[in-house]
């Protein structure tokens, strides 16, 4: 696997997160993506009685610039915490950001195995965009809209999610 640049307006932002995973009926898939911000007051963890000090939390605020990413057709996706998920650090290659597309993907392989992918979903390439707390895996023949999003109300995107 090799990693292929795939240049977006949030690939370079600090604390991305994904606030919202919406999957349509009509097989499309929309992610509403949030910037955060370090902020400058320290805060005091308290976890059973021990207590860690001069932590900065990371939160929206609001200066946050949001996206929604919007595939009109995905064959597939997948979301994996980011804790838990360290293929991403596996794959080869440049990697300019938080998003790229994976070349020689092992997935698209895994699914063409039956030889229906290429059948229904030809040219299907395999996204990825690495929030900082999911990494979202997208195949999808097509690259995606992304628009600049401006409500504060994640539930204002229509689907289920």
Known sequence: MHKLDWDTVFQDVQYL???????GEAED????????HLLEEDRTLDIGGAK?????????????????VHWPFVA????????LYFAIYQI?????????????????????ADGLLKVHYPSCQHFVVATD?????VLSPDEPAIE?????????????S
């Open 133 to 137: 707390h999911k990494i979202i895996e």
């Open 17 to 23: 997160v994904c606030e919202k995973i919406v999957s």
């Open 92 to 112: 080869q290659g440049i990697q300019k950001g938080r998003t790229f597309r994976v070349a020689d993907s092992d997935w698209i392989e895994e699914l063409e």
């Open 76 to 83: 597939a996706f997948k979301s994996s915490s980011e804790s």
């Open 148 to 160: 600049k999003y401006v409500s504060e109300d994640p539930d204002a995107i229509e689907g289920s």
């Open 52 to 68: 860690i000090d001069g932590l900065k939390p990371v939160e929206r605020t609001a200066q946050s610039r949001q996206w929604i």
């Open 29 to 36: 898939l929309a992610l509403l993506l949030v910037e955060h």
